[in-house]
């Protein structure tokens, strides 16, 4: 059901299961495997039922690095949390995102893509994925990668029907925290304001931070501030490692044969580098988009390549004319490192409830430059070798000038900052996603992916979600807390 006020829950003065803050694809698979469970589950949004400008201003963000962005463009802070504006796109991550493919790069999860598979399946049907496609090789050095799509699911959509239905989970709206009371290794209580900004506090026996991954980290960071350190005891880790997929165009290609490429129903298709290869070369995981364009697009594609290669360029013309190619854009959305120095840190300047406002500090660097590039390379040789098509890279990928400001830059995709690790000074919560150093505090989300790989986060999100919500429930560990 959903609470009339933060107020009314305090009056209450009741012990819930689990506390659950924010309530997007984490914070509502969660809310409803435990409910299904039997746990008694508080679900606190920071905002309202829809988008409100006011609202949305608490999410006001600087970053700090070459390339700049507005944070708050890519996160809603309403019911539902980013799955209101969520595209869908969805494929699980490869196996070898889980190692540390990269000498010097601390790129490990503690725990193995076999951890995740045993919830693919439930995942799947909570975004209502169509059925999966293999990967097939395209030479020895590339392969294609089908992507799925959901309708995509909107969980604020889907689930408020079963949550306002609920006896045993309790929704409050314009329930924004702004505090944790540390007492002997424990979260005592939180500190919950509603509107009139006046805090209450509310108790449970688990806590899971479910406000995404940038929130994630400045909850955390103020939190431990303000209970002295003993919420996150070991805090190098805390906020670092913050980390984006780079969105850029490389350049563009000539197909003489686009039956070589499975085009889905975005006329995108979509490749990358086998598995093997990143290992032995050490790149990053690159995911390389082909996708179509219109023949006005195609054309000028046509009279670039001809400016490089002038007999190709006239050949494509004349193929054009007779509707036997198309032009295709060659975009990539791939892995950053994760690097200290990326990062959330709290800011000079306050909300209106007096946190710090979040502060990121982000950059790529040649790893990134040089891992696309490889990728691209490896596509353009294997498209000549074959006979179907010619690749035209920018001067930006194959040189090392700036990475262009004027492109998409980055997926919205915020992940890192409260990362995954056994060792409590390499990371923040353990293989359970349970705080090092405080016995009932989880974190959920994107933001304790100790690498991103390329794939697109949300199935991984929920894949979590449903193995910590199994790690939650345990009878044992109810009875533990107790």
Same mark, same amino acid.
């Given at each position: 059901?959903?609470?009339?006020?933060?107020?009314?829950?305090?009056?209450?003065?009741?012990?819930?299961?689990?506390? +659950?803050?924010?309530?997007?694809?984490?914070?509502?698979?969660?809310?409803?495997?435990?409910?299904?469970?039997?746990?008694?589950?508080?679900?606190?949004?920071?905002?309202?039922?829809?988008?409100?400008? !006011?609202?949305?201003?608490?999410?006001?963000?600087?970053?700090?690095?070459?390339?700049?962005?507005?944070?708050?463009?890519?996160?809603?802070?309403?019911?539902?949390?980013?799955?209101?504006?969520?595209?869908?796109?969805?494929?699980?991550?490869?196996?070898?995102?889980?190692?540390?493919?990269?000498?010097?790069?601390?790129? !490990?999860?503690?725990?193995?893509?076999?951890?995740?598979?045993?919830?693919?399946?439930?995942?799947?049907?909570?975004?209502?994925?169509?059925?999966?496609?293999?990967?097939?090789?395209?030479?020895?050095?590339?392969?294609?990668?089908?992507?799925?799509?959901?309708?995509?699911?909107?969980?604020?959509?889907?689930?408020?029907?079963? +949550?306002?239905?609920?006896?045993?989970?309790?929704?409050?709206?314009?329930?924004?925290?702004?505090?944790?009371?540390?007492? #002997?290794?424990?979260?005592?209580?939180?500190?919950?304001?509603?509107?009139?900004?006046?805090?209450?506090?509310?108790?449970?026996?688990?806590?899971?931070?479910? %406000?995404?991954?940038?929130?994630?980290?400045?909850?955390?960071?103020?939190?431990?501030?303000?209970?002295?350190?003993?919420?996150?005891?070991?805090?190098?880790?805390?906020?670092?490692?913050?980390?984006?997929?780079?969105?850029?165009?490389?350049?563009? !290609?000539?197909?003489?044969?686009?039956?070589?490429?499975?085009?889905?129903?975005?006329?995108?298709?979509?490749?990358?580098?086998?598995?093997?290869?990143?290992?032995?070369?050490?790149?990053?995981?690159?995911?390389?988009?082909?996708?179509?364009?219109?023949?006005?697009?195609?054309?000028?594609?046509?009279?670039?390549?001809?400016?490089? %290669?002038?007999?190709?360029?006239? #050949?494509?013309?004349?193929?054009?004319?007779?509707?036997?190619?198309?032009?295709?854009?060659?975009? %990539?959305?791939?892995?950053?490192?994760?690097?200290?120095?990326?990062?959330?840190? +709290?800011?000079?300047?306050?909300?209106?409830?007096?946190?710090?406002?979040?502060?990121?500090?982000?950059?790529?660097?040649?790893?990134?430059?040089?891992?696309?590039?490889?990728?691209?390379?490896?596509?353009?040789?294997?498209?000549?070798?074959?006979?179907?098509?010619?690749?035209?890279?920018?001067?930006?990928?194959?040189?090392?000038?700036?990475?262009?400001?004027?492109?998409?830059?980055?997926?919205?995709?915020?992940?890192?900052?409260?990362?995954?690790?056994?060792?409590?000074?390499?990371?923040?919560?353990?293989?359970?996603?349970?705080?090092?150093?405080?016995?009932?505090?989880?974190?959920?989300?994107?933001?304790?992916?100790?690498?991103?790989?390329?794939?697109?986060? /949300?199935? /991984?999100?929920?894949?979590?979600?449903?193995?910590?919500?199994?790690?939650?429930?345990?009878?044992?560990?109810?009875?533990? +807390?107790?």
């Amino acid at each position: 059901m959903f609470a009339e006020s933060v107020a009314e829950i305090a009056r209450g003065r009741r012990l819930f299961d689990v506390c +659950l803050v924010g309530s997007g694809p984490a914070g509502i698979t969660l809310a409803s495997e435990l409910d299904a469970r039997g746990l008694s589950v508080l679900l606190l949004e920071a905002g309202g039922a829809h988008v409100d400008p !006011a609202s949305q201003e608490m999410f006001e963000a600087e970053v700090v690095g070459p390339l700049r962005f507005d944070p708050a463009v890519a996160r809603l802070r309403c019911f539902g949390g980013s799955s209101n504006h969520w595209g869908g796109f969805c494929r699980p991550l490869d196996a070898i995102d889980f190692e540390d493919k990269i000498p010097g790069i601390d790129s !490990a999860w503690p725990i193995a893509r076999s951890d995740l598979d045993p919830f693919l399946g439930r995942a799947e049907a909570i975004l209502e994925l169509p059925a999966a496609q293999p990967d097939t090789a395209f030479g020895e050095r590339v392969r294609h990668t089908p992507m799925r799509y959901s309708p995509p699911v909107h969980f604020a959509v889907k689930y408020r029907p079963l +949550l306002q239905r609920s006896s045993r989970t309790l929704v409050a709206l314009d329930a924004c925290v702004v505090g944790l009371q540390e007492r #002997a290794g424990h979260i005592h209580a939180l500190q919950v304001c509603g509107p009139d900004g006046v805090p209450h506090a509310l108790r449970a026996r688990q806590v899971v931070l479910c %406000a995404g991954g940038i929130e994630n980290s400045r909850l955390l960071l103020w939190a431990n501030a303000c209970n002295g350190g003993r919420i996150v005891p070991e805090p190098y880790a805390l906020g670092r490692y913050w980390f984006e997929h780079p969105h850029f165009t490389l350049g563009e !290609a000539w197909l003489e044969d686009d039956s070589a490429f499975a085009f889905d129903r975005w006329s995108i298709a979509w490749v990358a580098p086998m598995q093997h290869v990143l290992r032995d070369q050490g790149m990053l995981n690159v995911g390389l988009r082909l996708t179509r364009q219109h023949r006005e697009t195609a054309r000028e594609i046509a009279v670039r390549l001809g400016c490089v %290669a002038p007999a190709l360029g006239r #050949a494509a013309l004349s193929q054009l004319g007779r509707r036997l190619t198309c032009g295709v854009l060659l975009r %990539a959305s791939w892995e950053q490192a994760p690097q200290p120095w990326n990062r959330v840190v +709290l800011s000079a300047d306050r909300d209106r409830l007096g946190v710090p406002r979040a502060e990121l500090h982000w950059r790529l660097g040649d790893l990134e430059r040089t891992s696309a590039r490889n990728a691209a390379l490896m596509l353009a040789t294997e498209c000549a070798r074959r006979g179907v098509g010619r690749v035209r890279l920018d001067d930006w990928v194959l040189a090392r000038g700036a990475f262009p400001a004027d492109d998409e830059i980055k997926g919205n995709h915020h992940m890192g900052g409260t990362r995954m690790s056994r060792d409590a000074r390499r990371g923040v919560v353990d293989a359970n996603c349970r705080v090092h150093g405080c016995a009932n505090l989880f974190v959920a989300g994107s933001s304790v992916f100790p690498s991103g790989g390329a794939s697109n986060p /949300t199935l /991984t999100i929920v894949q979590l979600a449903l193995r910590l919500a199994d790690h939650l429930a345990r009878p044992a560990r109810a009875q533990a +807390l107790t």
